[in-house]
T-cell receptor, first 113, second 115 residues
Framework: AQSVTQLDSHVSVSEGTPVLLRCNYSSSYSPSLFWYVQHPNKGLQLLLKYTSAATLVKGINGFEAEFKKSETSFHLTKPSAHMSDAAEYFC???????????FGQGTILTVHP | EAGVAQSPRYKIIEKRQSVAFWCNPISGHATLYWYQQILGQGPKLLIQFQNNGVVDDSQLPKDRFSAERLKGVDSTLKIQPAKLEDSAVYLC?????????????FGNGTRLTVT
């Protein structure tokens, strides 16, 4: 069985400051890991994915995430927040069957001017 | 490429009524998924199709929910009868066979309110 825990339900930052969204996972094997973003009234859009290649993964819009097996973490970062980054972010783990993703509870990112 | 299409965008029904949602996946995507997203929670997989066969429906409440994917393209998800706790956003997603890039492509969802 897998589980994904997003450690913060809400994160608030000022525009131009760094963003850190935290995600821990639990799995009996090394899973594939994903970050998705969801803007209001929209579907989920893939930001980046880790599939056992490089542990530092770069995604779209300047986001990146680092897979740390020893810490079972896959935190999402961005050096400088933009107003358009305001959205809800979901961390997900992939099972043995591609597509059966287990999602975390989500983190709402607010960006202040 | 055109994205995953879902309709309707919004639906309000009374409890015990029935409702159906429709999904048209990205062309060429053999795998189709229905996820339920309750407010404040992450999406939960209800059912996964490979072409027109069911791969996983272990979390589908089969006493009230049903889904089909005729001809391996479009899919419909039905709830009958609806309960208050079915209020959620129903997301359809599709991917290439075996999800070559490991990623799902989601539609904008159908927001269901059961009163």
């Amino acid at each position: 069985a897998q589980s994904v825990t997003q450690l913060d339900s809400h994160v608030s930052v000022s525009e131009g400051t760094p963003v850190l969204l935290r995600c821990n996972y639990s799995s009996s094997y090394s899973p594939s890991l994903f970050w998705y973003v969801q803007h209001p009234n929209k579907g989920l859009q893939l930001l980046l994915k880790y599939t056992s290649a490089a542990t530092l993964v770069k995604g779209i819009n300047g986001f990146e995430a680092e897979f740390k097996k020893s810490e079972t973490s896959f935190h999402l970062t961005k050096p400088s927040a933009h107003m358009s980054d305001a959205a809800e972010y979901f961390c997900a783990a992939g099972g043995t069957s591609y597509g059966k993703l287990t999602f975390g509870q989500g983190t709402i990112l607010t960006v202040h001017p | 490429e055109a994205g995953v299409a879902q309709s309707p965008r919004y639906k309000i029904i009374e409890k015990r009524q029935s409702v159906a949602f429709w999904c048209n996946p990205i062309s060429g995507h053999a795998t189709l998924y229905w996820y339920q997203q309750i407010l404040g929670q992450g999406p939960k997989l209800l059912i996964q199709f490979q072409n027109n066969g069911v791969v996983d429906d272990s979390q589908l409440p089969k006493d009230r929910f049903s889904a089909e994917r005729l001809k391996g393209v479009d899919s419909t998800l039905k709830i009958q009868p609806a309960k208050l706790e079915d209020s959620a956003v129903y997301l359809c997603a599709s991917s290439l066979p075996g999800a070559v890039d490991g990623a799902l492509h989601f539609g904008n969802g159908t927001r269901l309110t059961v009163t």
